[in-house]
């Protein structure tokens, strides 16, 4: 965790990215019960590519990234609820955004958060109060869990063209 910490951005929404990925059961390969968390269809981004582009849209430090992977460990924890390549991109959004209400000190509007996480505000609404709900408000810092490394963590280099620019890659924020 230290380690993520320490590394810029990008490198660190890869790193959370990857661990997230390595976590999805593997075993699912049809729709499972549904909850306010499963998609219809798996999403078609990679879980890797939606956590940059949480953490691009909401210029989130790395400290909320990896605050996020802990919540959501905490819920699966807690639920005994399985990640699942339907669920996982929802499960992040719903526990990324609470841990940016926690430790970020400027917010986005919740139609922000919705709009960079592909969904509208009241379905963001209803996430973030189910996930919240399921852990039991339970959102100290001091006992989180986090995901264990994987055993390989490969990060594809960053584009470097420079956000405050304009350019194209903040289009879809």
């Known amino acids: 965790p230290v380690a993520i910490l320490a590394q810029d951005g990008a490198m660190a929404s890869c790193n959370v990215g990857q661990r997230l990925q390595s976590l999805i059961s593997q075993k699912t390969h049809s729709v499972p019960a549904k ?6 269809a798996v999403p078609p981004i990679s879980v ?4 940059q582009r949480l953490s691009r849209c909401t210029k989130a430090t790395a400290a909320a990234e990896v605050v996020a992977a802990g919540l959501m460990m905490r819920f699966l924890g807690r ?5 699942t390549r339907f669920n996982v991109h929802r499960l992040y ?14 917010q986005y509007s919740m139609r922000h958060y919705a709009r960079a996480g592909g969904i509208d505000v009241a379905e963001l ?4 109060s189910a996930f ?10 001091q006992t989180l869990e986090l995901p264990k490394p994987p055993t390989s963590v490969r990060c594809p280099s960053v584009d470097s063209t420079d956000a405050s620019s304009g ?3 903040d289009s879809d924020c």
Request: glycine fraction near 4%; avoid cysteine; charged fraction near 25%.
């Open 35 to 40: 909850t306010p968390f499963d998609s219809a």
């Open 48 to 51: 890797v590519d939606y956590v």
């Open 79 to 83: 639920t005994r609820a399985a990640l």
């Open 93 to 106: 959004l719903s526990a990324f955004v609470i841990a940016l209400k926690l430790l970020e000190d400027e």
């Open 125 to 128: 609404a209803q996430l973030e």
């Open 132 to 141: 919240l709900q399921r852990i039991g408000w339970d959102l100290g810092l």
């Open 167 to 169: 350019s194209e890659s």
